[in-house]
């Protein structure tokens, strides 16, 4: 099936409700707060290679940190575990010619939970656990499958080289935007080092009998509820305390940690509340009430009709803050090409002539959302401004249709058309999916 996004699409903010004072707990303040936040769903897990759940990722980022992540201000990738940003380098020679080399630092001062220091080995750990054949981690393997491979400085363990072969507009953020696991904590029996990234990546590779049963062994281990639950240990900022299934989640600041000893630190990796509880409220009224009650502090993901009444109502207004920062997201529909009557270009275009985007914006967005052209986020530096959204124009929509010979021949009200010999009314199938 092929699938082509339809460009017109919306990108939201997302919506907070929220009782921390705004005088917040600066960086080097010592005052303690702690914060409770509402979370509509209880995640499967916090191991964010498996967990299907966005709002696991939320916790699981502050516990593992990610390599580089978009700073929430700026929407620009900022460094974490790196020092700084990589740039790209052509390779003109040797086996990876052609492609693009990235130079890769890990910050001097990064360390793990128990104290060990964050090295290109986890880098390269982390992709080898991505590429074993028995790790479920399809959608980390697509997303990694651009590296080629990863080379470490032998002079520097912090320090390494990795390699792209193939041209890709988001190679930048498939070398930097993912979680890093600690090897020594994943990987207490250092199987994955007896095997090197590129047979794990070699679809055709066969293995001997007794790497076919290290591998299996790895996977099992790597995959239990040992660590999707109990051992969640990174290099973030905070650290598991309490899982209390049905309830809520707890993580607790750390102590001595070793973001706070950097220099004008990202905003990613300033620790302020002293504990942050997830609560799990999945009913929207019952989160209300909590809100009012003060049992939660913060909501967010609200919908935005709720959203636009709580702000106007005085005694919300009074009590609470709202805020609505952007976020990179984006509703989109997707079209199946090969369909006998979405593979006509004119039938594509009608059907995005025929939406009514100022009524999503307004009605269903209350004017929270903003239209763009395509997948690119308007703050993007190289965002097309000059390209203008489609608009709605119904008439312009049917003279579509009847250019694409589609006419409504035995009355029933429907257009139809002969398609490979076979008579087709103009109904397409819509399918509504959404996220976690």
Known sequence: MVMNRFLPVTISAILLVFTVPSCKKGHDATESFNVNVRMPLEPESLHPMFSKSSFAIQIASLILLPIAEYDPVTLQLSPLLITSIPTSEKVSDGKHSGGNVYQMQFRPEAKWDDGKPVTANDYLFTLKAVFNPYVNASSWRGFLDFI??????????????????????????????????????????????????????????????????????????????????????????????????????????????????????????????????????????????????????????????????????????????????????????????????LADKKIRQALAYCIDYDGILNNLYQGLANRTVGPIHPSKPYYNKELKPIQQDIGHSIELIKEAGWKDTNGNGIPDKVINGKKEELMIRVEITGHQ
């Open 148 to 341: 080629s491979e990863v080379s470490i400085d032998p002079n520097d363990p912090k320090k390494a080289l990795v390699y792209i072969d193939s041209s890709y507009i988001l190679s930048l953020e498939v070398i930097s935007n993912f979680n890093l696991f600690p090897a020594h904590i994943y990987d207490p029996e250092n199987i994955m080092s007896q095997f090197s990234l590129e047979d794990l990546r070699d679809k055709t590779k066969t293995w001997t009998s007794e790497q076919d049963t290290l591998l299996k062994k790895f996977a099992t281990s790597f995959e239990s509820p040992h660590f999707f639950r109990e051992v969640v240990m990174g290099a973030g900022p905070y650290q598991l305390d309490q899982w209390a299934s049905g309830e809520f989640i707890r993580i607790k600041r750390k102590e001595n940690y070793w973001g706070e000893k950097l220099n004008d630190p990202p905003l990613l990796m300033r620790a302020y509340p002293a504990e942050i509880t997830y609560r799990f409220i999945t009913d929207p009224a019952t989160a209300e009430s909590a809100l009012k009650a003060g049992e939660i502090d913060v909501m967010g993901d609200v919908s935005p009709s709720t959203f636009v009444k709580m702000k106007n109502d005085p005694e919300w207004k009074s009590k609470f803050q709202f805020a609505t920062p952007a976020i990179l997201q984006m509703n989109y529909l997707l079209l199946n090409n090969r369909d006998p009557i």
